[in-house]
């Protein structure tokens, strides 16, 4: 059901849509235009060659990994000015740990396997570079990710796009003094993204001269909550026309939406007096249907897995589009490049998201919409996600950009600069969740070890390896991590 789809042929689009910007080195190497393959820069350098998987799992066993480690870690607190890491605007220090752990998130988190029989997805094949997975709004500004991550592909051109980005992102919880276990080599990057059309396709910017070049969202098959305004965001169910299934509620959605449903005016815990009345409980069913239902994570990884991804890291939001042309189609959805201005490669740079070197990027980021980070501390591994979900009341609020999020009642807390979404508020609402959250937030080891368990099933599985000890059986290059302890 959910398997390979033959891709007809694209049309080359204007030479001008493929100019990017020469501020940010390497870059097109990480986002591929939908009318271009790797076959076609055979050549241009080592970066895009493509191997057989024999050949690629015998040069695996030479691999240098600790070197590999150390550039990740040089480039990971190594701020560029044509993409700044986050950190100083929430008073730590500059991180692409978030971005990176986000990156591999995301292209892992299209992996689907239904009655342990039929798998799809998952970061193998590095197909978050091509149409249609670049085009999802969900992967918003990571192309700047793997733009990053180009610098050391370019110095280890035989590592595959795809385990590049899952060790990075793994390196980064590790560097940032997080658990991670283990991590095998092996993935074989994709050519193109044809395997991740049956996933879906939201965005068609690039797409042209082809039947599947047309949006599966809104999905014609869909749901809301009896609780749920009619004038929220349609539901996807899992089963849609021409076999299709859908696994996240959303066409161009990883998981869930963040926000979670708004409730009717004549629903029960609706408050008028609220900015918005987005409900947790709902938002709960919503992850349990996608994490459990859907994909197959157990309750305990599901919280383990928010828990994780959203301690390191920030949202961005922290610009208003009201009253600017950007309001009714707003750039930050539109990839692969979600840019204001073509060849920018930023937000913004009128004077409408901040001036000068930072207009349009770095603290004027904006992203998912949301904004600010989850923890005090976004660019080191902590325990903020839990504590604070239990110790303080999380009401309403606005991000600048105009989306539903949470904040402290008290704006005096510790936790007063930290914000979290719908989603993770439910994570308290639900009561199989919420015992979950309480164990974790008093025992901080457990909570660490169902991580990189969970964290480790995540990175592992794809259609090619869908079980998470394949990749290690068929190619046999693992890590443990073991000489990060003689690392100054």
Known sequence: MLRSVGFLGWAVLAAASEMRSDDFPNYDQGTIPAWKDLASLRGAHPAAQVMSKAEYHRQLKSLDIPRLYREIAALMTSSRPYWPADGPQDGDVPSYAGLFARLAWHCSGSFRLINDTHAAGGCEGARQ?????????????????????????????????????????????????????????????????????????????????????????????????????????????????????????????????????????????????????????????????????????????????????????????????????????????????????PGSLRGPTDGTCGTGAEAGRGKNTVSSGFEGPWTRSPSRWNYDFFDALLSEEWVPAKSPYGADQWHTRNETSKFARTMRLTADVSLVADKIYRPIVEEYAADHAQFDADFADAWFKLVHRSEDHPHKDDLEKDAGVCTSFEFTTLLP
Not at 164 to 183: E, Q, R, V
Not at 296 to 302: A, C, F, I, P, V
Not at 322 to 338: D, L, M, R, S
């Open 129 to 341: 570079r091509h149409w249609p997975e670049n085009e999802w709004r969900d992967n918003t500004n990571l192309d700047k990710a793997r733009g990053l991550l180009a610098e050391v592909k370019l110095q280890f051109g035989d590592v595959s796009w795809s385990d590049l980005m899952t060790f990075a992102g793994t390196a980064a919880i590790k560097l940032s003094g997080g658990p991670a276990k283990k991590f095998c080599f092996g993935r074989m990057d994709d050519v193109n993204g044809d395997r991740s059309i049956p996933l879906g396709v939201e965005g068609v910017t690039q797409c042209r001269g082809s039947k599947f070049c047309k949006s599966d969202a809104e999905c014609p098959n869909s749901f809301r909550w009896p609780e749920q305004n009619d004038t929220d965001h349609a539901r996807c169910n899992i089963e849609q026309p021409k076999h299709r299934l859908q696994a996240s509620h959303s066409v161009g959605l990883i998981y869930v939406y963040p926000e979670g449903p708004e409730l009717k005016s004549t629903a029960d815990g609706y408050n008028s007096n609220f900015v918005h009345n987005r409900s947790p409980k709902l938002s709960a069913l919503e992850v349990r249907d996608t994490f459990r239902d859907r994909m197959g994570w157990t309750d305990r990884e599901t919280v383990a897995l928010i828990g994780g991804g959203h301690t390191l890291g920030r949202t961005h939001g922290n610009c208003n589009l009201t009253g600017t042309k950007w309001a009714q189609a707003p750039y930050n959805n539109v990839g692969p490049y979600f840019e204001a201005t």
